[in-house]
């Protein structure tokens, strides 16, 4: 297991151990926690920007009823 060292100032070190124990949380599970929560983002708005780049191609949209029928589910 790796090790990562991390300098804060006192201000975001205060705010840090304010923010994890409201959560009953360690620091290293917070700062853990919203790094892969700023990965999972970054993924997000990928998937988004390729997804939104398709549909710009051809703008047709389905309802989930219209869906639906054509899968014969209703």
């Known amino acids: 297991m790796a090790v990562l060292s991390v300098r804060l100032s006192d201000a975001?070190?205060?705010?840090?151990d304010s923010f994890a124990?409201?959560?009953d949380i360690s620091m290293?599970?917070?700062i853990k926690d919203a790094f892969f929560?700023?990965?999972e983002d970054q993924y997000d708005l990928e998937a988004f920007d390729?997804?939104?780049?398709e549909y710009l191609k051809d703008p047709v949209t389905y309802?989930?009823?219209e869906v639906a029928k054509k899968l014969g589910i209703l």
């Open 63 to 65: 309802s989930s009823e």
């Open 50 to 53: 390729k997804a939104y780049a």
């Open 12 to 16: 975001e070190y205060k705010a840090l």
């Open 37 to 39: 929560e700023m990965l």
């Open 28 to 30: 290293n599970k917070a």
């Open 21 to 23: 124990k409201a959560n």
